[in-house]
């Protein structure tokens, strides 16, 4: 791991370069491309016009072969017919001295001659195929080698024609072409002397030059097959190029397609070399993340970088690894786009081979930003729905497809004499029903609720009637609403009285004619108040549905009222009371009016949060002013606990939000850092921006928060009670108001506290959201 972190250094300039943008994929990897890269890069821009020039090239060989073969061949053939000319000339002239050393003349005797010949040492350094003459002064031969020839007797220059310089002029005429029955052949001649004859040496040019035509033939049939191996040579290179330039696209659409499904699936490749703290990433990889697609092996660090801190420690991942601890990896975190947001990933991997000595792990990575935005919503919804469940006056329950318990509300435990270990989600309906209370009478109804539904009418062992609704889910489960029916069930009886008492008046009237009509009217009464009763329990059941929406407004005149007449009794606009005891109630009556009005308000204020309809209206905040106008409203009570506020608020800090959103968040939580904190006691509020958002900061010395007590916080109706704090009263929604307030402020709320000792909170809102200038 130290080599990882030596090699990991964190280098955000490889990663922040922006939208990603394509780069040619024919590039060397790993050390070989920081070697060779430039000569690469070179080859690969001039290997077209290589490709293109090897045919020019290989037939310029060829020519320039056959040239130089052909200008050999012409020199050697001129050495030949110039050593064939020398021998000839020196042949003839070296038979020309010999005879004219010798007593005779060649035709004196014919006999004598032709053994003369044929002893002669010239032919020694002939060829066979050379022939030698001697004929007299007139030109006829009178000797020959070989005798075969059958020139004896025959004049020369019938044989021979077109040598007659060779008569004239004998050695002088030097070496020429003659023609020998219509053959080419070359000619020596040399006199002897006058009137003694002369001495011809011939040989034909095709006997010169057997050699010459024997050696030409074989170098045109090796160039020949020279050419024919480089032509088939040259076929199968561009075979084989074009295969490969086949298969080069065949890989490239394969890529292609492998990238283009990595994009639409939103998802990515990725290797890890542990051994040398680098990894790689597909296109895909940096697509997602918005970042420039580099050919480089990334470092540890960069990769670590962009990982949110709170979500995965990859340094401590990779020494378990390294450790053999663990040999996958399937976690969910977060990583910084390049944009500067996060995005959620899930990252799979699998080492390679666990027992090799260098860990190699490769795997893929997937965005699940949409899917967590989506979690995160159905859990803030199955919230809500469960606090309305918990909130209405009637009894729920729902079972599943397989009658089993999904969830219901604590009306439906205490009705059903239920504790919460018994209501756990998946238990069967048959085995919770034998935990149930049972029955004091049940009877089933007409349903109005459709061919899936039922209606019950029940009554329980503690005398309470309950009116069951049961209809059918989508999925095939059940869902129950009870509503308790025991005032109509009162009246019911009441009516049925009545009744009794109106038939047992009619049987009265019929033993009088004036009871009779007497009891016609008490019965026309009786009806009448029948109707009013009815009249009034279909308002009271519909005052019961409006009851909650209007209550808090309802309420706000009258106890608007009661703080005001509280303020004149205490002010003694009209006179003084005449006892300080009225002047103690008036002040009870007006702390308890404004107590009860703030928790309306509360109320109102939480109901419009949660309903959607609190709207925020932004605007820029100077965050001096507002921090002195919520501290002088929390000063009265920390002035009457002896508890200094100091503020900490950078110079001339302003924030673009809701001002009544913000000021409301910190008077709550001024409020109730004043409320927990002892006599004499100190608060510090502190605000500034720090990593790329606004924190605001209330820092008190009070009684603090049990550690178990934090995660209950901040939800609506909580209040914590030790020691402390048992004898402060409050509804619980300060903390839950500035906490939504906060999160539609796209922020976050954080309690950090030590029983005993003080409490530290503190609300983070992105810098996304505000400007701050200093």
């Known amino acids: ?13 490889t990663l922040a370069r922006g939208p990603a943008r394509r780069r040619p994929s024919r590039r060397l990897t790993g050390n070989a491309r920081v070697l060779a890269a430039p000569a690469y890069e070179r080859l690969i821009a001039a290997e077209p016009y290589l490709r293109r020039s090897i045919p020019t090239l290989i037939v310029i060989f060829l020519l320039v072969v056959a040239a130089a073969r052909s200008m050999s061949m012409m020199a050697w053939h001129d050495d030949i017919e110039r050593t064939a000319r020398t021998l000839l000339g020196l042949g003839a002239a070296e038979l020309a001295s010999a005879m004219r050393a010798g007593e005779k003349a060649p035709g004196d005797d014919t006999a004598a001659s032709q053994d003369y010949l044929e002893r002669s040492s010239v032919l020694g350094s002939l060829r066979p195929r050379h022939i030698l003459v001697v004929t007299d002064a007139n030109y006829r031969v009178v000797a020959s080698v070989p005798r075969a020839l059958d020139w004896t007797g025959k004049t020369l220059d019938s044989l021979v024609s077109g040598g007659q310089p060779l008569f004239l002029f004998g050695e002088r005429a030097d070496v020429m072409t003659v023609s020998v029955n219509g053959h080419e052949w070359f000619a020596a001649l040399s006199h002897v002397g006058p009137g003694k004859g002369a001495a011809a040496l011939l040989i034909p040019k095709e006997t010169v030059f057997a050699e010459w035509r024997r050696m030409v033939s074989l170098n045109v049939t090796l160039f020949v097959i020279t050419s024919g191996v480089l032509i088939i040579v040259l076929y199968a290179y561009f075979s084989q190029a074009s295969r490969a330039q086949t298969a080069d696209r065949i890989y490239e659409q394969a890529h292609q397609r492998i990238d283009l499904a990595l994009v639409r699936g939103r998802c990515g490749l990725w290797d890890w070399d542990m051994a040398r703290g680098k990894m790689y990433w597909s296109r895909s990889m940096y697509d997602m993340l918005g970042y420039e697609v580099c050919e480089d092996m990334l470092s540890f660090g960069v990769v670590s970088a962009i990982i949110h801190p709170d979500d995965a420690d990859l340094f401590d991942l990779a020494n378990q690894i390294v450790a053999r601890e663990i040999d996958q990896i399937d976690q969910v975190f977060r990583m910084r786009h390049a944009a500067g947001h996060w995005v959620w ?22 965005d699940v930003t949409e899917q967590h935005k989506l979690a995160r919503q159905s859990e803030m919804a199955d919230m809500r729905l469960r606090t309305a469940i918990e909130n209405i006056s009637e009894s729920f329950v729902l079972w599943d497809s397989d009658d089993r318990l999904v969830m219901c509300n604590t009306k439906f435990q205490e009705q059903m004499g239920l504790a919460d270990p018994d209501v756990v989600s998946g238990t069967a309906r048959a085995d919770l029903e034998t935990r149930m209370k049972g029955y004091a009478f049940e009877r089933k109804l007409a349903s109005t609720n459709g061919r899936d539904g039922a209606t019950f009418e029940r009554q329980l062992a503690d005398g309470r009637w ?125 702390s308890s009016g404004s107590y009860l009005l703030g928790v309306i308000n509360d109320i109102l204020d939480m109901s419009k949060i949660e309903a959607g309809q609190f709207s925020l209206q932004r605007e820029e905040i100077d965050l001096d002013k507002l921090m002195a106008e919520a501290i002088r409203v929390i000063s009265v009570q920390a002035d009457a606990k002896s508890i200094s506020i100091g503020t900490k608020i950078a110079e001339h800090a302003t924030l673009h939000a809701d001002r009544r959103a913000i000021k409301q968040i910190v008077i709550n939580l001024l409020s109730n850092a004043v409320k927990f904190t002892g006599q004499n006691g100190r608060i510090l509020v502190k605000a500034k921006k720090v990593s790329g958002a606004f924190v605001l900061s209330i820092e008190d010395n009070g009684c603090g928060i049990p550690k178990e007590a934090l995660k209950k916080l901040g939800r609506p109706f909580e209040q914590v009670q030790n020691q402390f704090s048992k004898n402060h009263t409050g509804s619980g929604l300060g903390l839950a108001i500035s906490r939504s307030l906060t999160e539609m402020h796209g922020g976050v709320l954080k309690i950090k506290s030590s029983e005993g000792e003080g409490t530290i909170v503190s609300v983070r809102i992105p810098v996304s959201q505000m400007k701050m200038a200093a």
């Open 1 to 13: 791991m130290a080599e990882a972190d030596a090699q990991g250094a964190p280098d955000t300039q």
């Open 345 to 366: 990933m899930r990252a799979k991997a699998q080492v390679i081979d666990p027992e090799a000595s260098e860990i190699h792990l490769i795997g893929i990575a997937v």
């Open 466 to 590: 309950l009116q069951v609704n049961q209809s059918k889910t989508r999925d095939g489960g059940v869902v129950s609403i009870g509503a308790d029916i025991t005032l109509l069930k009162q009246n019911q009886e009441k009516l049925v009285d009545s009744e009794r008492r109106l038939m047992a008046t009619i049987h009265d009237l019929s033993l009088a004619r004036r009871a009779e009509e007497e009891r016609a009217v008490e019965l026309s009464e009786l009806n009448r108040k029948y109707m009013r009763e009815t009249e009034r329990a279909e308002a009271a059941s519909r005052a019961k549905s409006e009851f909650l929406a209007n209550m808090s407004h309802e309420l706000r005149t009258p106890l608007n009222a009661i703080i005001g007449f509280s303020e004149l009794m205490q002010s003694g606009l009209f006179g003084k009371l005449g006892s300080d005891r009225y002047e103690e109630y008036a002040r009870d009556i007006h």
